[in-house]
């Protein structure tokens, strides 16, 4: 029984696992290794010898991490010897594992760098060493300029703390898989290695930064990043191995920031932005160090209304340097546009700060990552959330089983049933993501959403439309039989009380979400899952339907 | 579970059993070895008591002390490899600066030991994380560098003991002084450094000698010192008064007023006013012993200093009463000084012997135009060559002073003198390398390689946690910060380990507000102020929870455990959920040793209201006498009829 994820349990873990001899690779000074490591199988790294970095973020010698369905390189400033290893194979992700049981077909290295071929071909387990799905050796990396980007941004730092002006805000914009996730966690990394304090957003929907897919965070990272989990981990009840960080987090159930031509995204993002701005005017050590956007790669690819979305963001940050990653041609935009320009800041026009735009060129290890594999990152950031990375198929793009298994946190979210009714519950009814289309109107899209018969900044409060808030509110306290479209996902809860407003439950920072295990619409229950046991707060709830959509047997 | 001592018994035990420790007894170490094993909950007050002991054992018992830690960590291995590692430089380079040559060939082999897997494991690092002997080794080979270079610089002949800190060097080009020269102490590479931190802060500077100093340098007990010195320069013009013509006397004399002089300038840091406090209560004893007439010297003529009541010191036993001045100043015994400095330096000290010698050889050679010829008296020579009173270069107002009375040979030193000032060798230590960052933020100029900027992010932070790879600077700050880091780390792995046993849950994210006002907690810092939640619990090893207003614990996940009841009422405990602590919780209950009882309950038994942090226990009645030691007696001062009534009998 293969069914995605149904079959999640510890007992099959060592199933197939068949120990093969580690493999030995050593990287020349300023050289990476890149790998991927599928869903649904591990592989073990650890550092023998040298310095050695994963984005920034540098291994510690002896230390073994273990990494699974992660697309990943580890560069060496100075040179080093890692020792690849197959971990234990996990089972029963190849719902979601890219190729998942066929994933040999593509298990070979592609690049004539590669240095060593593991015959191990356990499982699904890809041709390279320890299994990985593809593995090679490069010496041809962008990470001098990106060191460099590093320096030029302390150097602007140190001037901040010097005149107590505030640190660079940093936008970074490229297409899709150009790696600017990448050179974020590089940039971030950095800086808290020399003890800064950035904060960091992420404004990409598709991919959760310490959180799930559908989110928009802020963080100030100040202690180490997760080698194997790549951000790392919001707090939890019980200890972890490597500090937690703290996000802010926005609901945007919506895979596209352009839905509703940014009518959705726009005012989560100025709500962000004032956050951050709040926190950047409390706390010195973020003042000084500044901020690092992330965006989602669809703002680069040239569609309509993706410029105005770039400006509302440079705006609302204020930004002061714009990192353009592997696009000439938006490069040429951004350096038309902003280059040397005022920043949008306050302080701007007497400090006659400007905006400087920098290309950067897109590293060779970037690769496409397709919509199984996204799909799976997805799942596997959910399932964390709930779950925890009990096993390491399950987590983030990277995931932990070390062998001390001390990064292994399990994590018991509360099931329980709920009373449908007593769910003040919004959703969002983009009309293009809606079959039926009969209440689009562009005209109101500034407000929270349609589907309000009066068409007017929706709330769905309980009003018949396509969904049903059922709201505990007066207005129409309309017993709508729970929709069965709620099973298998995510509610947002806000912390906004049951009567907001439709504009004040939009932007609403999230407490958290509630997994949608069954729905019984004949009673008006549904079962739901939440992180944490006790009462579900008593708060308006934004339904995930579109995005980040339904993620089935997260319970069995 | 732990036994229910209490960490600081079984550091008392502990440390009993050391101080037993004489000789190199494998049977007595493999049994303190033991015991250690068996209290590995105990770990960080064992590896304490150690280290004490270590510190203040004398020398010839430190090889055993330091062979119980090696046995220990090579036989039990963590945590005490984590404990004792953190301050393992200082053990380390303090000890070995006490013993004897014999003693540093043993600690040498051990400690090459150390860079090696334990034999026999599979574990295949070293016995210390590699950073924690390299420390220890570089500072060596910097001492004897230091040591064979100061002796090439000087063109001594003088064979010293290549490659040997230990062997002290000669006093080479000095004209033989009436009194003999007190030995270059072997410590000196490492004291240097330490002293140095008063040094730089006057680096450079010729000021003045009158120039007041703030008196935040008198914690030590100036007071008592001034009184010291007095009573040793009574009883050296006594001595002077009866036997004017002897050299030796005169000289001890104007050392003593020149101490004095020094003092009362307040020239000195705190450090540098330990040792001499330390060196004058060696001396006290001895002078008034050996010399009890009761001549009363003019005092008038001496700044007058409020001589308070101040708990005498007590000489360090051992001490020969009648020993010749310089031989107090043996090399042992300012090393023994000078540890209490050593231990706050730079794991790595600059080798800037070779400076101090020339400046002392100059010193000694100029004579001093004052009563007696003698070039230089070795206290001030001792003194300085610790680096304890600032090396006078050249004096020339000294010299220039030329007064026959002996009170006027106080400014001697003072005037004119050059500090000396240590190399600075240590890596800036703030942000990166400052001040030469200028990458302009272009698209042209950040594809210049710049391989010299990198060593902000390697180099700079030489110090590398080995379970994390974070970095630390190889400065004192930075190796507070890791000590902190690591204790992060053990914390946390002891309380995952905790965790592991009760369910864990993702928190709610917070809102706005409040993550405006969040600051990041960071793992080099102080672990009380972080998390409050995690510091509320107690963990079910861990012994009374001492929290004020309420008391609760965390509802055990153990089945048994859950269903024991309070051995005082024998009512069960209700479980409830708090929001709080998001976890099961017992109201009103406390845990005492291995038990936990209703916290009203227990206090009502125990008639000292809801402190349980004094690990007490209503011990005689819980029929388990094994249950928790100690303390018992308190428990049964409160034992009346009335309370008898009330007390059921333990069920198990």
Sequence with gaps: ?556 | MSSGLASDEVAEDYKNSLEDLITNDRFQISNLTVIAKENTEHAMAISRVLENHIRTTPPAQKLPALYVVDSIVKNVGTPYTLFLGRNMYQTFMNAYTLVDSQTRRKLDEMLKTWKEPVPGSLDTRPVFPPDITRSIESALIKARTAALQQQQARGQQEVLGRGRVGTPPGWGNTPTPPQGIPRHPPSMPYSRNGSGHGYQASQGDPRSSSTPQPPQHREVDLAALNRDIEVLITSARADFATNPLDPSVQQRLKALLDLQGILQRQELTQEQLKLVRDQISVLTPKRSTSTPQSYLPNLSNLPNLPAMSATPMAPPAGQPVSQPLQQLLNPGTLAELIKNTAARQQPTPPPQIPNILPQMATNSSIPQPSVTPVPENPLLAALRARGLLPSASAPPAASAVPSANLASAFPLVMPGQVRFTPPVSTPQPSNISNGQLEVQMNTASIKIPRPGLLASLYEAKSNRCGTCGRRFHATEEGKEKKARHLDWHFKTNQRMADAARRAQNRSWYVDERDWIKSREAVDDQNLDTETPNEGATAGDGESAHKGPPKQWIRAPNDATLRNTPCPICQEKFESTWSEDVQDWIWQDAVKVGNRVYHASCYSEVTKDGPTPAQRGTPAGRTGTPDSVLGKRKAAEGVESPGQNARVKTEPM
Aim: glycine share 10%; charged share 20%; net charge negative.
């Design chain 1, 1 to 556: 029984m293969s069914l995605p994820g149904l079959d999640l349990t510890q007992a099959t873990e060592e199933r197939e696992f068949v120990p093969a001899p580690p493999t030995q690779i050593s990287l020349s000074k300023g050289s990476e290794w890149r790998f991927e490591v599928a869903f649904g199988t591990t592989v073990r790294v650890k550092l023998l010898a040298g310095n050695a970095e994963l984005f920034g973020t540098e291994l510690a010698p002896s230390q073994t991490y273990t990494f699974s369905g992660t697309k990943a390189a580890i560069y060496t400033w100075h040179g080093c010897t890692l020792e690849i290893s197959a971990g234990d194979r996990v089972s029963a992700i190849e719902g979601f594992a890219p190729g998942g049981s066929t994933m040999t077909a593509n298990g070979t290295p592609t690049t004539t760098t590669t240095t060593t071929t593991n015959t191990s071909t356990t499982g699904g387990r890809g041709f390279g060493a320890g299994g990985c799905q593809s593995e090679y050796v490069a010496e041809e990396t962008p990470m001098v300029e990106y060191a460099n980007v590093h320096f030029a941004l302390e150097t602007l730092r140190q001037e901040a703390k010097a005149t107590g002006k505030d640190g660079p805000r940093v936008l970074i914009v490229g297409p899709d898989n150009a790696g600017k996730s990448s050179l974020g966690k590089i940039l971030t990394a950095y800086a808290t290695k020399v003890g800064r304090q950035p904060i960091v957003v992420n404004l990409d929907p598709n991919e959760g930064m310490l959180s799930v897919p559908g989110t928009l965070t802020a963080t100030a990272f100040r202690t180490m990043m997760d080698v194997e989990e790549g951000w790392g981990s919001s707090p939890m009840s019980g200890p972890s191995a490597v500090p937690v960080k703290l996000p802010l987090v926005y609901f945007y159930p919506m895979q596209n920031p352009l839905e509703a031509e940014g009518s959705v995204f726009r005012p989560i993002v100025s709500r962000l932005a004032l956050s951050v701005m709040g926190r950047m005017a409390e706390d010195e050590d973020s003042r000084e160090t500044g901020i690092i956007v992330d965006t989602p790669g669809v703002l680069g690819q040239g569609k309509p209304g993706s410029l105005e979305l770039i400006n509302h963001i440079v705006t609302e940050f204020s930004i002061t340097t714009i990192l353009v990653l592997g696009s000439e041609r938006l490069y040429s935009t951004m350096l038309k546009n902003y280059d040397n320009k005022p920043s949008s800041s306050a302080s701007a026009a007497a400090s006659d700060e400007c905006i400087s735009v920098v290309k950067l060129p897109k590293s060779g290890g970037c690769v496409d990552r397709d919509a199984t594999f996204m799909n799976g990152l997805r799942e596997s950031q959910i399932r964390t959330y709930f779950f925890g990375n009990p096993i390491p198929s399950t987590a983030s793009a990277a995931l932990s089983l070390s062998a001390s298994s001390t990064t292994n946190v399990t994590l018991s979210p509360h099931a329980q049933q709920l009373d449908f009714n007593s769910l003040c519950l919004y959703n969002y009814t983009i009309p293009s993501l809606e079959e039926d289309e009969d209440e689009y109107d562009p005209a109101q899209l500034d407000a929270f959403l349609p589907g309000d018969a009066e068409s007017t900044p929706v709330k769905e409060e309980g009003s018949a439309p396509p969904l049903p808030g059922v709201t505990g509110s007066p207005p129409e306290k309309s017993v709508t039989p729970a929709p069965s479209a709620l099973a298998n996902s995510l509610l947002a809860v806000t912390h906004v009380s049951p009567t907001s407003s439709v504009a004040q439950v939009r932007d609403s920072s999230i407490m958290g979400f509630l997994y949608v295990a069954d729905v019984d619409s004949e009673k008006g229950k549904i079962r739901v899952l939440a992180p944490i046991g006790g009462r579900v707060p008593p708060r308006a709830v934004v339904w995930g339907k579109h995005w980040p959509g339904e993620v089935v047997g997260l319970v069995g």
